[in-house]
């Protein structure tokens, strides 16, 4: 069975890499595309795939649902709703025995979700302060960290249910998908096609997000899955592919933050594993980046349209990293975050209320301010305060110190520390606070490490 199965899946990627030699020697793209559609349909029905393994599926496939205002939508969030009916609704009044592991971490994130809520809940109080207060928008964001939480709660239900394994199975080849619709997305581009992969249709990739710098995040959040999958079927080939194709992906973005988070992520982790001991593992760590870099610089050397594609992409990075003083896009987002730090100063408890920087920011400067903050800690400090900051930041100091302390017991730890240094160092330039991956991310390495100190303090398996 498992033969066939190999078989299956090696002529579904003959077809697709087929495909993609036709659109090298014909130009006509809508032929690669087509078959990859074709390709990715004949997976999925070959897999037998529940509600949970879609509602994974669909959680990059992003679209803003637009009523009265604005709001970010997830494909997913359909499924959601369903698997939150049928797991806490209609079976509550059903004694059923829960999986220890998910009770314990059940507890940590009901902890973290809802003191978060509480907090916002509170500080309501502050919206009558303002001219012009944002009350509907403060009640969809809470909404949001209500179905953010509602999500957390599911991926726990599915490791218990189905297992981490089918967790990380269809978390990394939906991840793959990803990565690569953002490089197909940024290819059409430079043809003169807008697949709507990319950024307002410029040349930065964004996949199926609106967003190139959220693009970014799910890309660093899902990195640890795949690496970790892979790890654990020997798969060394796709392992490196995985991680080429993540490299190219946070590229094709043209994100600065995500340039810098990158960059301080994988010296941590070096640093890391030389404080460990494991001077293997960090010098592993160097030549795979300098494999992968080798062979990106030998495409881009000899590859005309590679070059025209990145092109734009390193003109922005030099624009960043000669003169920052004359970024503009820097420059206004520094106002921005000493507008909120001021903010937050002045209201140092339960801050200016939920969602209310723009109304206080434009009331406090005189200026129209119709962005956000763009960025997750000043955001959490100027509207809730520090009590709201520190409801939000205690969980990463948990899973940091949880992880760091089990690092010795499961090696894969060091995959998921990557991710958890790239997010924190995101959050200082985008608001990620009710990013729906970010709290998969979290409820399954909650429940990871739980697993281990439930295993070590009573001397079993977990599965």
């Not at 970010?72 to 939150?84: G, H, I, M, Y």
């Not at 962005?371 to 948990?398: A, D, K």
Request: charged fraction near 10%; charge should be positive.
């Amino acid at each position: 069975m498992g033969s066939k199965l190999n078989l299956y899946n090696l002529i579904l990627v003959t077809f697709f890499i087929l495909s993609v030699l036709i659109f090298i020697l014909t130009k006509i793209f809508y032929i690669p595309i087509i078959i990859g559609i074709i390709c990715t349909l004949l997976f999925l029905l070959k897999q037998k795939l529940n509600l949970f393994d879609y509602m994974i599926i669909f959680l990059p496939v992003m679209f803003y649902l637009r009523i009265p205002f604005t709001i970010n939508t997830s494909v997913a969030d359909f499924f959601v709703v369903v698997l939150f009916y049928i797991f806490f609704i209609r079976s509550s009044s059903k004694s059923k025995s829960l999986d220890i592991v998910e009770l314990k971490s059940r507890k940590v994130l009901i902890r973290f979700g809802l003191g978060i809520i509480v907090i916002m809940l509170l500080s309501l109080i502050n919206l009558f302060r303002w001219s012009n207060p944002l009350f509907l928008e403060s009640l969809v964001s809470i909404f949001k960290i209500v179905i953010c939480l509602i999500y957390a709660l599911l991926t726990l239900k599915y490791i218990s249910i189905y297992g981490k394994d089918r967790f990380l199975k269809i978390s990394t080849y939906t991840y793959l998908v990803f990565l690569i619709l953002m490089i197909l997305g940024v290819i059409a581009y430079s043809f003169g096609l807008d697949l709507g992969l990319t950024f307002a249709g410029t040349f930065r990739a964004s996949g199926t997000f609106e967003d190139p710098n959220l693009a970014a995040s799910y890309v660093f959040i899902m990195i640890s899955f795949l690496m970790t999958y892979f790890s654990t079927k020997r798969n060394y080939f796709m392992f490196f592919m995985g991680i080429i194709l993540f490299i190219v992906a946070i590229m094709l973005t043209a994100s600065k933050g995500a340039l810098v988070s990158l960059s301080i992520a994988s010296i941590s982790i070096f640093l890391l594993l030389l404080f460990l001991g494991r001077i293997k593992s960090a010098i592993l760590q160097v030549i795979l980046y300098g494999i992968c870099f080798f062979i990106l610089f030998i495409i881009y050397s000899e590859s005309y349209l590679v070059q025209t594609i990145v092109e734009p992409i390193f003109n922005r990075w030099e624009e960043f990293t000669g003169n920052m003083a004359e970024d503009h896009s820097f420059e206004h987002r520094k106002f921005l975050w000493d507008t909120a730090f001021q903010l937050g100063m002045n209201n140092p408890l339960l801050g200016i209320g939920v969602e209310q920087f723009r109304a206080a920011a434009s009331q406090t400067t005189g200026l129209n301010i119709w962005n956000i903050v763009h960025n997750t800690y000043l955001t959490f400090f100027s509207e809730l305060g520090l009590v709201g900051l520190i409801s939000f930041i205690w969980i990463w100091l948990y899973l940091i110190l949880k992880g760091l302390k089990n690092i010795k017991l499961n090696k894969y730890l060091i995959f998921y520390l990557f991710s958890v240094f790239a997010i924190l160092v995101s959050m200082y330039s985008i608001s990620l606070g009710n990013f729906r991956a970010i709290w998969v991310f979290i409820a399954y390495l909650v429940y990871e490490l739980t697993s281990i100190d439930y295993s070590k303090n009573n001397k079993v398996g977990i599965k």
